[in-house]
């Protein structure tokens, strides 16, 4: 009796070892390898990052966001929880409660500091600039965080608040599709605009 139940079993496993080889090969090489291919012909950008490139040489990726922190001839991005900030192998946010006292020191502290560098009044500081975003690597900021911080950039780098206003409407993205999100401004694109703008300023 054990061996007639064992010889269905032994085929039944069979058949389960090559299903996995062959759904494995297709699945998990065969696939991925497609799509792969596809991307790279579709959307070459895209499919290697959104990198972004001077010459020869990588200065960041349009998806992101990398620190300005200490450079005050550019705009600032929003804070980051990702590891020790900006770390695209820790995306994460701080996961602190809205009643946690880290996070309100936190919030505290990224107000005092966003006032003192934009000479702005603490309760006008843009709320982008008090909170991370949810992966912690958002490479854009809100329309109202970049005008907050026109006076500061066009003095350190001699420009009028025009000009660097003008890059920060040229530098803003509508809704995705009209509808979806809210108006954005990439922080890297935005300052190598700047850096090549400069060189013409008035």
Do not use: C
Not at 44 to 73: M, N, T
Not at 90 to 95: I, L
Not at 125 to 148: E, F, K, N, T
């Amino acid at each position: 009796m054990s061996v007639s139940f064992a010889r269905p079993a032994a085929r039944q496993l069979w058949a389960a070892l090559k299903m996995m080889v062959v759904m494995t090969l297709l699945l998990g090489l065969a696939y991925p390898l497609a799509m792969t291919g596809f991307a790279q012909v579709v959307f070459p950008g895209r499919a290697d990052g959104s990198l972004v490139r001077q010459g020869d040489v990588v200065v960041g990726s349009e998806l992101i966001g990398q620190s300005f922190d200490g450079k005050p001839q550019y705009f600032q991005s929003r804070p980051s929880a990702a590891g020790d900030g900006y770390d695209p192998l820790a995306s994460s946010a701080s996961n602190l409660g809205p009643e946690s006292p880290h996070l309100l020191q936190a919030i505290a502290d990224r107000r005092a500091a966003a006032a003192t560098l934009d000479g702005t009044a603490p309760a006008d500081v843009a709320p982008d600039a008090l909170q991370a975003s949810g992966s912690g690597l958002d490479p854009h900021i809100s329309p109202a965080y970049a005008r907050q911080q026109v006076a500061r950039v066009a003095t350190a780098r001699g420009m009028t608040t025009a000009q660097v206003s003008a890059l920060v409407d040229q530098y803003t993205e509508g809704r995705t599709l009209g509808f979806l999100g809210e108006p954005r401004v990439n922080v890297l694109m935005l300052n190598l605009a700047l850096d090549d703008a400069a060189g013409t300023a008035d």
